[in-house]
């Protein structure tokens, strides 16, 4: 039987989701947790390999096992995780459904602060003045279908770089700016790539119409800068109503 969990955390003492040689990730606590309390080895496969220091306020995994599985198991699990990860939800699903390929569309958010906060591990610290029209007037030009080398980390093995974004927001509240993106699927350093090159848009540096030749010229020296992990959130994937079906 395939199950999906549904769970959350704070990635700042983390290097990243994935296994990492003489490191500690998020894949390996869970696994350990889950597997001491089930009695069983659980191998989770993910829906996003997030960095270091990255977050989720909303990740799912997929994983095999013959036993019938009931929520109450959650508390038991949880309760021996770190407090930085929580498991919310576990529940069955057909047999092909599959946390990574099987999602829709994965929703990030970046938060920059103009005010330093020691309790506030989700926004990054960036006192610089930000033209927040024209960030979301260069946003827009990046919404849609297009190939997004420029702003990829290179020599990564994708079988394509074209991804599709529906949503690209720029928002203030207060003495924050919060990045809003939405796509069916993200390249490596994507979003902090987007972020900085819209920052600089912010600052003056980028003119809003080289946003489309940076695009055309698939060259990342032509992208603005790649923002700290620290200000970076996974918040939201969407599945077809299709996998809860038996």
């Known amino acids: 039987m395939r199950y999906f969990i549904e769970f959350m955390y704070d990635g700042t003492n983390y290097h990243g989701w994935q296994y990492q040689p003489n490191a500690i990730s998020v894949q390996l606590k869970l696994e350990e947790s889950m597997s001491i309390i089930m009695q069983e080895k659980i191998e989770l496969v993910a829906a996003g390999r997030t960095d270091t220091g990255v977050h989720a306020k909303q990740m799912f995994a997929h994983f095999d096992s013959e036993k019938s599985l009931s929520q109450a198991l959650l508390y038991r699990i949880n309760n021996i995780l770190p407090v930085d990860i929580a498991i919310i939800k576990l529940f069955k699903v057909n047999k092909n459904a599959h946390a990574r390929f099987s999602a829709l569309s994965r929703t990030y958010n970046y938060c920059i602060s103009k005010n330093k906060n020691p309790f506030n591990n989700y926004c990054y610290f960036y006192n610089r003045q930000l033209d927040v029209i024209k ?56 979003v902090r790539s987007i972020v900085g090159t819209l920052v600089e848009v912010g600052e003056l540096k980028i003119p809003v119409s080289r946003l489309k030749e940076i695009l055309e010229n698939k060259n990342r020296s032509l992208a603005g800068k790649s923002m700290p992990a620290i200000g970076l959130s996974l918040v939201s994937i969407e599945y077809p109503k299709e996998i809860y079906n038996e």
Request: overall charge positive; charged content about 25%.
């Open 135 to 190: 960030m979301n007037q260069g946003a827009q030009c990046l919404v849609g279908k297009h190939d997004f080398t420029s702003f990829s980390k290179g020599k990564t093995s994708t079988y394509t770089n074209d991804c599709e974004i529906s949503i690209l927001s720029v928002e203030k509240h207060k003495d924050e700016i919060l990045f809003v993106i939405k796509s069916n699927r993200f390249l490596r350093n994507m």
